[in-house]
């Protein structure tokens, strides 16, 4: 019962928007603004036909192997530079600098360097997520309880083990939060990057729709964008709370006891 009512919690303000859309459009007249009953018909349609579900799929695979990559690039590069300060305060200007510059800006300059296909495409998007995922891994090595770091000194831990179990656990959290934020940046250049010299990808979907004048699709296309980004942000979200249980129940141990206390009767 509680996670029926929490999952109504979570939906009701989303399901009344859509049937107030609903109602509202019905009877719109105008081109730029289907009705939401036809947007919905045509999505249907094209995923039925597979070609939206096609579209979908190359996204989703850019999306993932782009985030994949930032997440490895920016956990080491985080760890490494968390643990050396003279070689953080060398590169710190830079990182900031590549942070500070619009990602999106960098999309067509990517594609035309690295052609076509989803290489540049999985390349922009590890690119611009991997300086949250860089420097919250920073944030959490840096964040190291100092009687950790000195137990594993005084027991001569080995380098290795020292990264994987010392730091890399204490810093999860910091990490996981970076990573957070990187998702909702992967999604959005995820489709700035399927407007240039794309062949598919639901922003390729979006800019040929438009460019038919088939508004209707065009529409479709941005809420698929909006439906996998909350899709995607609640996954992320349940394995969050699964990953870093632990940390949740360090922070709260009165919950989590009569958490146990509850199971137990």
């Known amino acids: 019962m509680k996670v029926v009512l929490r999952i109504l919690e979570r939906l009701w303000l989303p399901v009344v928007l859509i049937a107030v859309w609903w109602v509202v459009s019905e009877n719109a007249k105008s081109v730029f603004f289907p009705p939401l009953s036809r947007i919905m018909e045509v999505m ?33 590069v985080g760890i490494i530079l968390g643990e050396t300060p003279k070689l953080r305060e060398t590169v710190d200007p830079l990182i900031h600098f590549f942070r500070a510059v619009p990602q999106s800006a960098l999309v067509p300059l990517i594609i035309g360097a690295m052609g076509m296909g989803s290489a540049p495409k999985v390349f922009t998007i590890a690119f611009a997520c991997v300086w949250p995922i860089i420097l919250n891994t920073i944030d959490g090595v ?111 141990p009165t919950a989590a006891r009569s958490a146990t206390t509850s199971k137990r009767k």
């Open 44 to 76: 249907v349609k094209d995923f039925q036909s597979g070609v939206l579900g096609a579209h979908v799929m190359a996204s989703v695979g850019n999306l993932f192997a782009g985030l994949g990559i930032a997440i490895v690039v920016g956990i080491v």
């Open 142 to 252: 840096r964040s190291v309880e100092p009687g950790v770091r000195q137990m594993s000194l005084a027991y001569r831990v080995p380098a290795r083990l020292h990264f994987t179990r010392v730091l890399l656990p204490s810093s999860l959290p910091q990490i996981v939060a970076g990573v957070r934020v990187a998702l909702p940046i992967a999604v959005v250049v995820m489709v700035v990057s399927e407007l240039f010299a794309a062949e598919q990808g639901i922003g390729f979907y979006i800019l040929q729709s438009s460019s038919l004048f088939l508004l209707a699709q065009a529409w479709a296309g941005a809420i698929l964008v909006g439906v996998l980004g909350y899709a995607l942000s609640e996954l992320f979200n349940l394995f969050e709370r699964r990953l870093l249980a632990w940390h949740y129940r360090s922070n709260n």
